[in-house]
């Protein structure tokens, strides 16, 4: 049985940081590609930044691109994303994703003063 378990989330001030952290089990982690999603309210859920089992990286909007980073670590079945330069069109609740079809249930990442 899969398991993935976000970390990280919470309040930050516009301009801060917060790092995510996705704990997998189940799988042979080393062998799936990872992503996070987020879905803000009254959105979609829409796809962050992903990371093949390679370690080769992607990020879906230029939005993103240059403040989120987005890795990996084999030896702790973790996924991260690091978030600086936080703004309020940030607040979301951030899933992270294993291969095409795991889940996790979601952290909430709100961005206020």
């Known amino acids: 049985q899969v398991q993935l378990v976000e970390s990280g989330g919470g309040l930050a001030q516009p301009g801060g940081s917060l790092r995510l952290s996705c704990a997998a089990s189940?799988?042979?982690?080393?062998?799936?590609?990872m992503s996070w999603y987020r879905q803000a309210p009254g959105k979609q859920r829409e796809l962050v930044a992903s990371?093949?089992?390679?370690?080769?990286?992607?990020y879906a909007d230029s939005s993103v691109k240059g403040r989120f980073t987005i890795s990996r670590d084999n030896a702790k079945n973790t996924v991260y994303l690091q978030m600086n330069s936080l703004n309020p069109e940030d607040t979301a609740v951030y899933y992270c994703?294993?291969?095409?079809?795991?889940w996790g249930q979601g952290t909430q990442v709100t961005v206020s003063s």
């Open positions: 994703k294993m291969g095409g079809q795991y």
């Open positions: 189940g799988r042979i982690f080393s062998i799936y590609g």
């Open positions: 990371i093949t089992s390679g370690g080769d990286t992607k």
